[in-house]
Nanobody
Framework: QVRPVESGGGLVQAGGSLRLSCAASGRTFSGYVMGWFRQAPGKEREFVAA????????RYADSVKGRFTISRDNAKNTMYLQMNSLKPEDTAVYYCARGGVRLSGYDYNYWGQGTQVTVSS
């Protein structure tokens, strides 16, 4: 089955930066909103950021506004999440997934396997 593939996770110290990538090619993903989510141990999966197909509009969870930047390069079939000023509470498995048409939508599917981000203090 077609699934996006995340990469770029790792171990960083608080205040550091990390850039995640999500490779998602094909008709399954073309034209759709794409989003990043994260899940920490013992917590529900939470929304992080989303971006429209054109890249012209984005939205972020309040917890990451001003620190994270979502972008996409459709020519490379890749979406990115630039994470700056990382905090220990950002530690989680990060997933990318396909949304619908609306940026404000909350129905996502075609989930990747995730990439671990660990921020030490």
């Amino acid at each position: 089955q077609v699934r996006p593939v995340e990469s770029g996770g790792g171990l960083v110290q608080a205040g550091g930066s990390l850039r995640l990538s999500c490779a998602a090619s094909g008709r399954t993903f073309s034209g759709y909103v794409m989003g990043w989510f994260r899940q920490a141990p013992g917590k529900e999966r939470e929304f992080v950021a989303a971006i429209t197909w054109s890249g012209g509009a984005t939205r972020y969870a309040d917890s990451v506004k001003g620190r994270f930047t979502i972008s996409r390069d459709n020519a490379k079939n890749t979406m990115y999440l630039q994470m700056n000023s990382l905090k220990p509470e950002d530690t989680a498995v990060y997933y990318c997934a396909r949304g619908g048409v609306r940026l404000s939508g909350y129905d996502y599917n075609y989930w990747g396997q995730g990439t671990q981000v660990t921020v030490s203090s």
